[in-house]
């Protein structure tokens, strides 16, 4: 049976007031610069899988993600008092790897590019650089 539009709904939502509540009454200093980029909400809406990113290395990454983790209390009371479910989802942080993963791609494909567009101004090794005065038309 399809999961219907309810939880994509309530992830979207979720995802709103968390970005909200994250930027504006959070002050850990251990949270970088985050983006929430999906909330997955299971069916019965009682878990959300909030994916998100950060700029930095992998130790920026890690202590956001602790930072997160201790704020976990806090943000689940602030989406109790913000969202109006008979039970609050359990809120668990991952790091949003797809988004790298698309930046490598894109990557690659842009140095694929430029190796095409070297290789098409350059004349074949095997084939020597014709002059105007080997053209066999002109006798």
Request: hydrophobic share 35%; no cysteine; charged share 30%.
């Amino acid at each position: 049976m399809a999961q219907g539009s309810r939880p994509d709904r309530v992830g979207e939502q979720v995802r709103q007031e968390l970005s909200q509540i994250l930027s504006q009454h959070v002050h850990d200093p251990g949270i970088g610069f985050l983006t929430l980029t999906r909330v997955k909400v299971t069916a019965d809406l009682q878990l959300a899988r909030v994916l998100y990113t950060v700029i930095g290395d992998d130790k920026q990454r890690k202590e956001t993600q602790q930072a997160l983790n201790r704020a976990l209390p806090f943000l689940r009371r602030q989406i109790a008092s913000r969202i109006r479910l008979r039970r609050v989802p359990v809120l668990e942080f991952f790091y949003d790897e797809s988004v790298a993963h698309q930046d490598r791609i894109e990557q690659i494909l842009l140095d694929l590019k430029r190796e095409r567009d070297a290789n098409a101004t350059e004349p074949p090794a095997d084939i020597p650089a014709s002059s105007p005065d080997d053209d066999p038309d002109q006798s």
